[in-house]
Nanobody, 126 residues
Framework: QVQLAESGGGLVMAGGSLRLACAASGTTFRRLTMGWFRHTPGKEREFVAAIRLNYGSTHYADSVKGRFTISKDTAKSTVYLQMNGLRPDDTAVYYC???????????????????WGQGTQVTVSS
């Protein structure tokens, strides 16, 4: 059973930065695809970024490309989401997700991830 523990959310002014962390346990880290999604009330869960740990490839939503960076620390079994140039419309609950059998064509689809963290609130004030 994969367990995910998130940290790093908070309140920041527009233009600021935050770094989210997601520590994985209960499985071989490098076999996972790990993603970040976000959710705001009234909207569906939105893909933000993902990394295929075995290949090292990264994938981003167009809305965050160039501002957000997903990275990994294999020694710590942790994936990070560095968020720069934050905007008020980035405000959401951010969730870490993981899957061990993800195919590339499904990497942006929330329902294809088997494991989820508890979520962390990110609030960007204008």
């Amino acid at each position: 059973q994969v367990q995910l523990a998130e940290s790093g959310g908070g309140l920041v002014m527009a233009g600021g930065s935050l770094r989210l962390a997601c520590a994985a346990s209960g499985t071989t880290f490098r076999r996972l695809t790990m993603g970040w999604f976000r959710h705001t009330p009234g909207k569906e869960r939105e893909f933000v970024a993902a990394i295929r740990l075995n290949y090292g490839s990264t994938h981003y939503a167009d809305s965050v490309k160039g501002r957000f960076t997903i990275s990994k620390d294999t020694a710590k079994s942790t994936v990070y989401l560095q968020m720069n140039g934050l905007r008020p419309d980035d405000t959401a609950v951010y969730y870490c997700a993981a899957d061990s059998t993800m195919i590339l064509s499904s990497i942006r689809t929330a329902s294809q991830y088997d494991y989820w963290g508890q979520g962390t609130q990110v609030t960007v004030s204008s």
